[in-house]
Structures are given as C-alpha cells and as structure tokens.
C-alpha cells in the first residue's frame, strides 16, 4: 500500500506520519509513505525527525498548487490523507488570499490528481470551523455549512469539491471534520503553544474578549486515530464528524495553563475581540462512534499536562520558530 500524505510536515500531518510508520494503524502495516509539504512557516521537516530514517518514508518538497508536482507524486498512491492546507483564523482575517490558493485550488489539484490516479481512498481533512457557531447542541453531520471566517469559508469550498467529485466522477473520498487539536510539535502561533512558551518564558498572554469562547479540545494523537479509521474503513462520499472532545471555555483553558505552568494572572492581558469571533463549536461524534468505533482515548487534563510537559523538554524545537516570529 502506497499512501500519500500533504501537509505531513505539519503539526497533525506528522502525527499521522509518526503513527503510521511505528505501526500504530493496523489497516496501513507495511504501506510506504510519501510526505508531500511546501515547508511554509508552519511546515517543519523536524517534525518528522523520529521516522526520517525510516526506509518506507519519502519526502517531496512541493506544492499542492503545482499540478505537475502532484501529479508525480500522487502516482501509484493507493491512500491519499489531504492534510495541506492554510489553518490560522487571524491570519485569514488578515488576508485571504493564500487561504483560497492554498485550501481551494489546492484541494482541488489534489482531487482532480487522486480521481486521475485511480486513488482507492482519498481523506479530505477539515474543521469544525464550517459550521459557523451553535448556542447549544452539537452539529452533526448533515447540518448546514455557514463558516463566518474567510479560513473557515476556505475549507467548506473544498469540502463542497470533495462532494462533488464524488457525486460527479465517483472519486471515494471522505471528509474528517476535526474539533481543536492539541500536542506536541505544534506551530507556536495557535493558542495552546502559544500560551505555553509564553508563560513559559515569562511572557504576557493575549486573552481575547470576556474568554468566553468555547471549543472542542481532542489530543492529536486521537485525531489521527480517527483518521486513519476513516481512511480505511470510512464511507465514500461520507462526512465524518472528530468530536467527543472536552468542552472547554478560553478562560478556563488559561486558567489551567497558568497552573501547570506555575504561571499566574499577572501574566494574562485582556485584548479586544477578533473579528467575527464564533462564540461556541461542538461536534456531534456519534456517526464516527457508531460507524466505526472510535472513542477519545486521552483525557483532556492528562493530554494538556503532557503536552506542557513536552513544550518544556523541547526548547530547542520552538524558540527558534518564536524567534523568527518575532523578527
């Protein structure tokens, strides 16, 4: 088994990639892999440093908008995991522009090379951010897409291209529909890394509006878990939706980042609130529970305690990507 994987130089794309090749995936023993990333700011091929040597891994630099690039390497490739793509709210908000190259026509290349390639499956991995926001409930899967940010709007266009080349030429692909993720080797621009090496350094943390947000928090590891169910055993032309997450409120999160930092509130500076800052996002996990059989594995406060832990055995790793942030 061949399996091709975008973006496996990112936060969630290498733990998929680290997992598959310590045999963490039953459905993928043996397959080879090729790792497909542009190596932006969030791209990082020290991420795959604990499997880099491994003989069934191959990288390619390259860029899911160069249709000649994808082609080469989707050749032969039995699996396809779409991970590639641009993820950071505020900086859509800030401009657009890579976030429709990048997340549509990029995803879309990548489609149109699986559906050439005659790929078995095909993943398209996306959030929960599609959805908008909810006052109470859960969405499930067949609930409306209403994104509100431009990042968010971005993923449900190629969600609505996965659709349809599905419905259109029968390419199998499914979409994982993923709440917030957390864990190691994550780009210190997202909240949890953020908040961390900031504490961690002595630094003030920007909380924005009351705290009040609310999201979804699922460990990584349990992400790519899910992913690979679905890649193997999911559905064609079927959403699936990562949930069973914690629910936490930004506030809170803070609150028990100060404490396992040894941090305080001196620390935290109210800032206003972002642009069309969703208030609440949950999942309804049922349909991945039901379908097939996946349950978090990995509590919140035990994940949340590790990964702090981690952040703070690996310097090396992250203040080089906070330095050059900075400068």
Avoid at 73 to 79: H, S
Avoid at 113 to 122: I, P, T, Y
Avoid at 274 to 283: E, I, Q, S, T
């Amino acid at each position: 088994m061949n399996v091709l994987v975008t973006g496996g130089a990112g936060f969630i794309g290498s733990a998929f990639v680290r997992h598959l090749l310590a045999g963490s995936y039953p459905c993928f023993a043996d397959a080879r892999v090729v790792v497909f990333d542009k190596l932006t700011y969030a791209g990082n091929l020290g991420n795959l440093d604990p499997v880099i040597a491994d003989p069934r891994l191959t990288f390619v630099r390259g860029d899911i908008c160069d249709r000649r690039a994808v082609e080469r390497v989707m050749r032969g490739a039995t699996v396809v995991v779409h991970f590639a793509a641009e993820s950071h709210v505020d900086r859509s908000i800030a401009d657009a522009d890579a976030f429709v190259r990048t997340n549509v026509s990029g995803s879309y290349e990548v489609l149109r090379a699986a559906l050439r390639a005659d790929a078995e499956s095909c993943v398209l991995v996306s959030t929960d951010e599609v959805f908008g926001e909810i006052e109470s409930g859960s969405w499930d899967e067949g609930a409306p897409l209403l994104p509100n940010s431009p990042y968010a709007a971005s993923k449900a266009s190629a969600e609505l291209l996965a659709r349809s080349f599905h419905r259109t030429h029968g390419l199998p692909v499914r979409i994982a529909r993923l709440s917030n993720g957390y864990g190691p080797y994550q780009y210190p621009e997202k909240l949890i890394p953020l908040f961390v090496t900031s504490l961690l350094d002595g630094r003030t943390v920007p909380l924005y509006g009351d705290g009040g947000n609310e999201r979804q928090w699922l460990h990584v590891d349990d992400h790519c878990r899910a992913i690979a169910l679905i890649a193997g055993r999911g559905l064609p032309g079927h959403a699936y939706n990562v949930g069973g997450g914690r629910a936490v409120t930004n506030i809170d999160l803070t609150r028990a980042l100060l404490e396992l930092t040894g941090a305080d509130w001196s620390q935290v500076r109210f800032v206003p609130d972002r642009k069309g800052h969703d208030r609440r996002y949950a999942l309804d996990g049922s349909k991945l529970q039901e379908e097939l059989g996946f349950r978090p594995s990995i509590e919140f406060r035990t994940g949340l305690a590790g990964t702090v832990r981690w952040y703070a055995e690996n310097r090396k790793w992250w203040e080089p990507l906070r330095k050059g942030k900075e400068t």
